[in-house]
Nanobody, 125 residues
Framework: EVHVVESGGGLVRAGGSLRLSCAAS????????IGWFRQAPGKEREGLSC????????YYADSVKGRFTMSSDNAKNTVYLQMNSLKSEDTAIYSC??????????????????WGQGTQVTVSS
């Protein structure tokens, strides 16, 4: 059984930082991608960042480039999203997702098969 679990959300003041974690386990594909997404109330889901286990590059959306950093700890089956210089518009539910059987550079527009429940991030101004 596949498990995708996010943690690390919370309330932070504008300009502050948070680090989200995503523990993903139970999938057996040799090729996979993992992405971070967010959805604010009344807005469409936005793809923020992704990594691939078959390609070195990491993708970032323009809205978070230079402020957010995605990393992975393969030994812990965990990926992280370090979020710095947070703004009120970063307030959203943040989710991570796993796409299996995908080889090469990732895209947040790829099909993701397994999703976590999400974690709330609230940035106060």
């Amino acid at each position: 059984e596949v498990h995708v679990v996010e943690s690390g959300g919370g309330l932070v003041r504008a300009g502050g930082s948070l680090r989200l974690s995503c523990a993903a386990s139970g999938f057996t594909s040799e090729h996979y991608i993992i992405g971070w997404f967010r959805q604010a109330p009344g807005k469409e889901r936005e793809g923020l960042s992704c990594i691939s286990n078959t390609h070195a590059s990491t993708y970032y959306a323009d809205s978070v480039k230079g402020r957010f950093t995605m990393s992975s700890d393969n030994a812990k089956n965990t990926v992280y999203l370090q979020m710095n210089s947070l703004k009120s518009e970063d307030t959203a539910i943040y989710s991570c997702a796993v796409g299996v059987g995908i080889w090469g550079p990732c895209s947040v527009r790829d099909e993701y098969d397994y999703w976590g429940q999400g974690t709330q991030v609230t940035v106060s101004s």
